[in-house]
């Protein structure tokens, strides 16, 4: 996805991603598509909740996605079907929040 995504989007430089894509991904980014990725992880420590830097763009993003009936189950059959109702669902959240 980021090899694909750099070509359309080339001004990206920094990309964040949860813990469970730590490893060659990080190498993979830095040598194939010129990203630098942070990786965001919990404290072994901590026991319970705790907040994560940056997290909750991405957990914002899918309630956002959510809010959109269709998507609270796994309707689609087609991965493109989906991909394209994805995208409306985020336009149309845009379009809701211009000012």
Excluded: C
Aim: charged share 25%; proline share 4%; glycine share 4%.
């Amino acid at each position: 996805m980021l090899k694909r995504s750099r070509a359309r989007y080339p001004f990206v430089e920094h990309a964040f991603a949860d813990g469970g894509y730590a490893g060659r991904l990080i190498d993979f980014t830095k040598q194939k598509t010129h990203i630098t990725l942070q990786i965001v992880r919990r404290n072994a420590s901590t026991k319970g909740f705790e907040v994560l830097p940056r997290r909750w763009v991405a957990e914002r993003t899918f309630a956002w996605i959510i809010k959109n009936r269709r998507f609270v189950r796994d309707y689609e059959q087609l991965t493109p079907v989906a991909e394209t109702l994805i995208l409306i669902a985020a336009a149309a959240t845009l379009i809701r929040r211009w000012p």
